[in-house]
């Protein structure tokens, strides 16, 4: 003989329980799980996704740089053919891609980029500049080319036509295109050439 | 003499570099397409700066020599007879690290050759590094380079 009490609540807790579970998966996360029955917006949320998973960082200039968007990731949620939109992105993003391969030997440190220093010091950086600072960071430090830059002694190459910034403590060698206050275009190390004329010091140099 | 002593060795694509104008600086790099880390540097004159592996092969070079100061030559040709190979720096040279050595740019007229003169030896062997870069050499001394250069005013991208 069971208890007719017990019968009648265990249904009550499926229930519950089928209520919180339906709760669950249609609750306040608009654009969760009904998303897909919205033709309109299951496209672009999925693109998102793809873009920032794969290309963060790069996708942004391949969506401005295409023609007639009006440089928003929100314009290809209005396209009526989300489907090409993507497939307009995939084909520009391996050249993004490539390009930040190609750029080698470019040994950016995790979490932060070389130039971080010369930034933050309002110092101009060449391009040039930048991707030897990395590839040469085993055997100088961007300390070492900021003090350089700062505090090492000017020479004029006169056959060049160059600024040299050097360091005789690190032999660091920073070249520029100005006597002060130049754009960094290079970075190495060595001693200084004998043709180099020293360049006198000045007030405000 | 330049003073630079150097050897080759079977070519592979790490050793292979290509020449590109970069006209922000007036720099010539010379590059591997191979990324890795370049633990030693060597230092000629303040006008070439070579950057070496970890196996002391060269693994990019910077000339620092603008366009407007390359001189013009005539006799600017690319080298024949060439190998292919690798340029490897000897220990005793890489431990010098800096060369006194004079550097001279010369392009032909067109601006699609530019060789590199190191020191004022007479090259004798010529080695490719790739089909737009090759390495003169003297005995076991490294006399200069020969470069393949885009040929426009750009000066810029290596020919194919």
């Given at each position: 003989?069971?208890?007719?009490?017990?019968?009648?609540v265990?249904?009550?807790?499926?229930?519950?329980a089928?209520?919180?579970?339906?709760?669950?998966?249609?609750?306040?996360?608009s654009?969760g799980?009904a998303?897909?029955?919205?033709s309109?917006?299951?496209?672009p949320?999925?693109?998102?996704?793809?873009?920032s998973r794969?290309?963060d960082?790069d996708?942004?200039?391949s969506?401005?740089?295409?023609p007639?968007?009006?440089?928003?990731?929100?314009?290809?949620?209005?396209?009526?053919?989300p489907?090409?939109?993507r497939?307009?992105v995939?084909?520009?993003a391996?050249?993004?891609?490539a390009?930040r391969?190609?750029?080698s030997?470019?040994p950016r440190?995790?979490?932060?980029?070389?130039?971080?220093?010369?930034?933050?010091?309002?110092?101009?950086?060449g391009?040039?500049?930048?991707?030897?600072l990395g590839?040469?960071a085993?055997?100088?430090?961007?300390?070492d080319?900021?003090?350089?830059?700062?505090?090492?002694?000017l020479f004029?190459?006169?056959?060049h036509?160059?600024?040299v910034?050097?360091?005789?403590r690190t032999r660091v060698?920073?070249a520029t295109?100005?006597?002060?206050?130049?754009?960094?275009?290079s970075?190495?190390e060595?001693?200084?050439a004998?043709?180099?004329?020293?360049?006198r010091?000045?007030?405000?140099? | 003499?330049?003073?630079?002593?150097?050897?080759?060795?079977?070519?592979t694509?790490?050793?292979?570099l290509?020449?590109?104008?970069?006209?922000?600086?007036g720099?010539?790099?010379?590059?591997?397409?191979?990324?890795?880390?370049w633990?030693?540097?060597?230092?000629?004159?303040?006008?070439?700066?070579?950057d070496?592996?970890t196996?002391?092969v060269l693994?990019?070079?910077?000339?620092?020599?603008?366009?407007?100061?390359?001189?013009r030559?005539?006799?600017v040709?690319w080298p024949?007879?060439?190998?292919?190979?690798?340029?490897?720096?000897?220990?005793?040279?890489v431990?010098?690290?800096?060369?006194?050595a004079?550097?001279e740019?010369?392009?032909?007229p067109?601006?699609?050759?530019l060789?590199?003169?190191?020191?004022?030896?007479e090259?004798?062997?010529?080695?490719?590094?790739s089909?737009?870069?090759?390495a003169?050499?003297?005995?076991?001394?490294?006399?200069?380079f020969?470069?393949?250069l885009g040929?426009?005013e750009s000066?810029g991208?290596?020919?194919?």
């Amino acid at each position: 003989m069971g208890d007719p009490k017990i019968d009648f609540v265990v249904p009550r807790a499926l229930r519950l329980a089928l209520l919180v579970l339906a709760l669950a998966l249609t609750g306040p996360v608009s654009g969760g799980l009904a998303g897909p029955s919205s033709s309109t917006e299951v496209g672009p949320p999925l693109l998102n996704d793809d873009l920032s998973r794969d290309y963060d960082g790069d996708i942004s200039v391949s969506l401005d740089a295409t023609p007639g968007s009006s440089g928003s990731i929100r314009s290809y949620d209005q396209s009526p053919e989300p489907s090409q939109s993507r497939t307009a992105v995939e084909r520009r993003a391996p050249a993004a891609k490539a390009e930040r391969e190609a750029a080698s030997a470019l040994p950016r440190i995790a979490g932060g980029s070389h130039g971080a220093m010369f930034d933050e010091a309002g110092i101009e950086m060449g391009e040039h500049f930048l991707r030897r600072l990395g590839q040469r960071a085993s055997r100088l430090s961007e300390s070492d080319a900021l003090d350089a830059y700062r505090n090492g002694r000017l020479f004029y190459d006169p056959k060049h036509g160059s600024y040299v910034r050097y360091s005789s403590r690190t032999r660091v060698a920073v070249a520029t295109d100005a006597p002060t206050g130049g754009k960094a275009l290079s970075v190495f190390e060595g001693n200084p050439a004998a043709r180099w004329n020293p360049v006198r010091w000045r007030p405000g140099q | 003499m330049s003073g630079l002593f150097v050897r080759f060795v079977t070519s592979t694509e790490a050793g292979r570099l290509y020449p590109r104008y970069d006209d922000e600086s007036g720099i010539v790099a010379v590059e591997s397409r191979v990324a890795r880390d370049w633990p030693y540097g060597i230092d000629v004159g303040g006008s070439l700066i070579c950057d070496l592996d970890t196996d002391h092969v060269l693994a990019n070079f910077d000339l620092h020599i603008p366009r407007q100061h390359w001189s013009r030559g005539e006799s600017v040709r690319w080298p024949n007879a060439q190998q292919a190979g690798n340029l490897v720096f000897q220990e005793a040279t890489v431990r010098t690290k800096s060369f006194d050595a004079t550097v001279e740019a010369i392009a032909d007229p067109a601006l699609r050759l530019l060789e590199i003169r190191i020191g004022d030896m007479e090259p004798h062997e010529a080695w490719a590094l790739s089909e737009t870069c090759v390495a003169l050499a003297s005995g076991d001394e490294l006399a200069g380079f020969v470069l393949k250069l885009g040929g426009d005013e750009s000066g810029g991208a290596p020919t194919p």
